[in-house]
């Protein structure tokens, strides 16, 4: 599993195209009010989007994907960094930043390899 | 060389980029200007211009006011009336002003659009120049849903820095005095 995170229009997904030769089709789009995720795509998208329909439906996204086990082992994780802001004023979005912090160092210790994208360019983490 | 550097808030950016700006026009032997985007609008932004002129103080940089229209600068005359050599080093601190003037024009007035123009303008000074330090923010790492304003104005900031880190020699991110070099090409 490769994960891909930094802030929000760094360009995550345009690093993946360019460094892993995939196609639009590869990719799956995380939806902010579900928390389905299409696992025959190569690449998951925007799972900061997941993580907050996790928020809102009471689960826990870290769970969620620890039991896809194997199933995730190919693929190409994109998510954005929420957790060096303000504090959100609002419960759901304190929730959220906490949400996708846990899945975030989970995937950090399960991924071959982690890059973080900073306006436009990589540096690998792991 | 063309010098592109964000990171977050008071973590060093501005004095790393000072370093590396008056490093060159000395190696170079070339002026060196700050180019000054700041548009004071209250009693707060004039007591901020006293304290960083003070900071700037003895480091040999000749202040450049240009708000908006960015290159115009280049045709310009410094706060002193000598006339700008485009030759010279420029520091611009920061991308982050520039952007909320051309964004949210001081008559009240907004150009939502400005950020594909201002690309361009970024772009074209620092070809013209080729020996710019252009400071950022990275404001991009929020757990909040921003109204729409804000994320037009985060969305076009992301741009321009993607825009000047790709044509920039050499990308830095500063996290609080250390730094991470992203992109080093030869001079």
Redesign the interface.
């Known amino acids: 599993m490769i994960v891909i995170f930094?802030?929000?229009?760094?360009?995550k997904l345009d690093y993946a195209r360019e460094n892993f030769n995939i196609c639009i089709d590869d990719v799956f789009m995380c939806q902010d009010n579900s928390t389905e995720i299409d696992i025959t795509k190569k690449v998951i998208c925007g799972l900061e989007n997941f993580t907050f329909a996790c928020v809102k439906a009471g689960l826990e996204a870290r769970d969620l994907l620890a039991d896809l086990g194997d199933m995730l082992s190919d693929k190409i994780i994109i998510v954005?960094?929420?957790?060096?802001?303000?504090v959100?004023l609002?419960a759901d979005?304190?929730a959220?930043?906490e949400m996708?912090g846990r899945c975030m160092l989970w995937l950090g210790k399960e991924a071959d390899r982690v890059i973080r994208v900073?306006?436009?360019?990589?540096?690998d983490i792991k | 060389m063309n010098i592109f550097i964000s990171g977050g808030c008071k973590n060093g950016k501005s004095y790393h980029a000072q370093e590396l700006a008056r490093d060159m026009a000395r190696e170079k032997n070339v002026p060196l200007y700050y180019l000054a985007t700041m548009i004071p609008h209250d009693h707060e932004d004039d007591a901020r211009i006293v304290r960083h002129l003070a900071e700037r103080e003895g480091w040999g940089f000749e202040t450049i006011e240009q708000g908006v229209e960015i290159c115009q600068a280049l045709t310009g005359t410094t706060t002193e009336g000598k006339p700008v050599d485009p030759q010279g080093v420029f520091l611009l601190d920061s991308v982050t002003a520039l952007l909320s003037n051309e964004m949210f024009r001081a008559d009240g007035s907004m150009d939502l659009d400005c950020g594909r123009r201002l690309a361009e303008e970024l772009t074209e000074f620092a070809k013209r120049t080729g020996n710019t330090v252009f400071v950022s923010d990275y404001i991009y790492s929020d757990a909040n849903k921003f109204d729409e304003f804000t994320e037009t104005y985060r969305a076009a900031l992301a741009m321009l820095d993607r825009t000047l880190a790709r044509v920039c020699d050499q990308v830095i991110e500063v996290a609080y005095g250390f730094k991470y070099i992203y992109k080093q090409e030869n001079d």
Do not use: E, H, V
């Open positions: 930094g802030g929000a229009y760094q360009g954005s960094d929420i957790s060096q802001g303000i959100p609002d979005q304190r959220w930043r996708n900073f306006c436009g360019l990589g540096q």
